[in-house]
């Protein structure tokens, strides 16, 4: 039987209703009813009121002992004591928001009546059970509360969880549709039905491209004439379009070799001008440079300033690498260029520190050992060429970087720069920078 069950029980044992107990007890007839449901259990003064009016241990309502018509053997001083240090410990343990002060004063009472030997009453000898009930009853109720906020955390873990999904979910759909309407925007204000730019010729010697242009106007209009236009770096160039059939203009574009190139249509009617962007092209240039790879200085990375702030660099091996012979051009309308000269030199802030000497040939080909400037043909680069750096103090400060790079020629005479990862003088030490800004053209370079 469950605690509302035992009162329920002895409630009609007297014959009372639920209502005349709640008069008995102070309490209102829906108290009553949420005891025996067991919705709610009493507290502490009422469990004591109902075990006088019921005439039965509050031991044997909580359900921790059955009932006994013979009340018990008088608490000797030892068990007295023990039940104090029982309640002071549990006392200790608990927080003030499971008893109320008038329910740990009536507690007290209790314990100070059954161990002073004061209060002869007949529920005297019910304290120990009484406060074993009690705890028995409270410590149920916090591995209940326990529970369920072990309960709450999960569903709130599952919620957040939840609410991770919707809100990635929402950010993905919001993506998806900013990408259409941009598609939208793009198709209700582009002023060409159609159109194509292609590259489809290059010219290394010259350091041109050409490209077919090609554009079908979303209106046409009597007299309209199309300009093409590309532009490059701080130039342009122009191509006036040829109406053909299908009111489509073409053309045929030449404009120099650079690494961004950018192609763009203008609609002449009459006095009114209207550019439309075609394509952007990047990095063709270095595109047409043969592959290559320069590795140098991973023995300086650590080296710390001496005292005077200078840095004592130990012998140094750059070891250059090169495959154009064998790496196809990344379009197939443009051929890579081969190497036939390479210089290597150490670099503080992109300006000449000195330039390293080529070793050695392993294989017993020749070198100009005593040349700081090595420039080879091809046929002595080979797959891979070594240069060398002597011990030698650096004057470098906080920030500065310091690199080695290498000045590589083609057989059209451009040229184009090939660094490694490099250093940064942080905190008197060399250290390997968080960002790394590459450049491979020569002007950004002082050599």
Not at 326 to 331: E, G, K, L, N, R
Request: aromatic share 10%; charged share 25%; glycine share 8%.
């Amino acid at each position: 039987m469950t605690t509302g069950q035992r009162i329920a029980a002895k409630r009609k044992e007297l014959e009372l209703s639920q209502e005349g107990l709640g008069e008995r007890l102070g309490v209102s007839r829906q108290s009553i009813y949420k005891w025996e449901s067991d919705a709610s259990l009493p507290e502490i003064d009422k469990l004591v009121a109902l075990s006088r009016l019921f005439n039965v241990p509050v031991g044997w309502l909580l359900g921790v002992e059955e009932e006994s018509a013979q009340g018990s053997d008088p608490l000797s001083e030892e068990q007295l004591r023990m039940v104090e240090e029982i309640f002071r410990r549990y006392q200790q343990e608990q927080s003030s928001k499971e008893l109320s002060e008038e329910q740990r004063r009536q507690v007290e009472e209790l314990v100070s009546k059954g161990t002073t030997g004061k209060g002869k009453s007949p529920w005297d000898k019910w304290s120990v059970r009484i406060l074993f009930g009690m705890c028995g009853a409270i410590v149920a109720s916090v591995f209940t509360i326990n529970s369920k906020v072990d309960n709450f955390q999960n569903q709130y873990s599952d919620l957040s969880y939840s609410i991770e999904n919707i809100t990635s979910s929402v950010h993905g759909q919001i993506g998806s549709l900013t990408g259409r309407v941009e598609e939208i925007l793009k198709a209700q204000n582009s002023l060409t039905a159609d159109y194509s730019a292609q590259p489809v010729s290059a010219d290394l010697e010259d350091n041109t491209v050409t490209f077919d242009l090609r554009v079908v106007p979303k209106t046409y209009v009597e007299g309209m004439t199309v300009t093409f236009l590309a532009e490059y770096g701080e130039g342009s160039q122009e191509a006036e379009g040829q109406l053909g059939s299908g009111q489509a203009f073409t053309a045929r574009l030449t404009c120099p070799l650079t690494d961004s190139i950018t192609l763009s249509a203008v609609f002449v009617t009459g006095d009114t001008r209207q550019t439309q962007l075609l394509d952007n092209f990047s990095s063709l240039r270095t595109a047409s440079f043969p592959d290559v790879t320069l590795m140098a200085g991973s023995e300086l990375w650590g080296l710390e300033q001496n005292k005077d702030g200078s840095f004592s660099l130990p012998p140094i091996t750059a070891t250059f690498s090169s495959s154009s012979n064998s790496t196809p051009a990344v379009y197939a309308f443009l051929e890579q260029s081969e190497v036939t000269r390479v210089q290597v030199g150490l670099f503080r802030n992109r300006k000449l520190v000195r330039w390293l000497e080529k070793a050695e040939d392993p294989t017993g080909g020749h070198s100009n050992s005593s040349a700081q400037v090595e420039a080879v043909t091809a046929d002595e680069v080979g797959y891979w060429s070594d240069y060398t750096l002597p011990e030698m103090t650096l004057e470098a400060g906080e920030g500065d970087t310091i690199e080695f790079a290498a000045l590589i020629t083609d057989q059209y005479g451009r040229q184009f720069m090939c660094p490694d990862f490099g250093f940064v003088v942080q905190n008197g030490t060399l250290e390997y920078p968080e960002y790394k800004e590459f450049s491979t053209d020569p002007t950004d370079w002082t050599f």
